[in-house]
């Protein structure tokens, strides 16, 4: 049984202005909210156990799901003030095994990885964290990384010499191992990407990533968010 961890606890400032009372993850996508269509996706795959980190107005989420949908279990973990993408895995890894990988994802973003090809690969190299990839050419909204032939992340921060500009989908398989230093406990206020991450590197923990060409949006934007109808359809 494969656990997930779903970061939903954004406040979602960017897209307050057209979804203005309802969390990210609950923002209505082809009249259901997009967290469905996340939860029906990863399903498929096995997954029936979520833990949800949740903050802004959490008890939207709470009250449309439960702790049952469509069979999996769901379970929450509520951050009383906002802590962070790192502060919410923190506290939902509390949730889940000490022994097996989890999966975890950002609650809005959706990316259609083969979680099988995922896992394999994260298995033959005993990464920590092994991250999907995907290509892009938006500079200016996806941080590019270093990667070297064989997938292993070298830095998070794209050479300038780079022509293939690979960039972090938010899908990650995580060694449960990963989080056993004690720089940063649960309670704490604290960034994956800009604290814990590079933390993690810098001691030698095991980055590694694997590039899929599935369909990904992520509707923190406008923008986007309007494109993800027609990008779910497909």
Known sequence: MITAVILAGGL?????????????PMAPVSGRPFLEHQLDYWMKYGVSHFVLSVCYRYQAIIDHFGNNYKGADLEYVIEKTPLGTGGGLLLAAEKISKFEPFLLLNGD??????????????HLHDTDWCFSLFHTDQEDRYLGIDISEQGII???KLSANRPK???????????????NYKKYLPGDKVSLEDDIFPTSLAIGQ???GLEFQGAFIDIGVPEDYYRA???LAK
């Open 165 to 179: 500009r690979l960039a972090n989908g938010g899908v990650y398989l995580v060694n449960p191992r990963a989080l």
């Open 109 to 122: 973003t959706y990316f259609a990885i083969d979680l099988k090809a995922l896992i394999d690969f994260a």
């Open 12 to 24: 979602g400032t960017r897209l307050r202005s057209v979804v203005p009372d309802l969390p990210k």
């Open 229 to 231: 109808s027609d990008i």
């Open 206 to 208: 095991r980055f590694m």
């Open 154 to 156: 070298t830095s998070f």
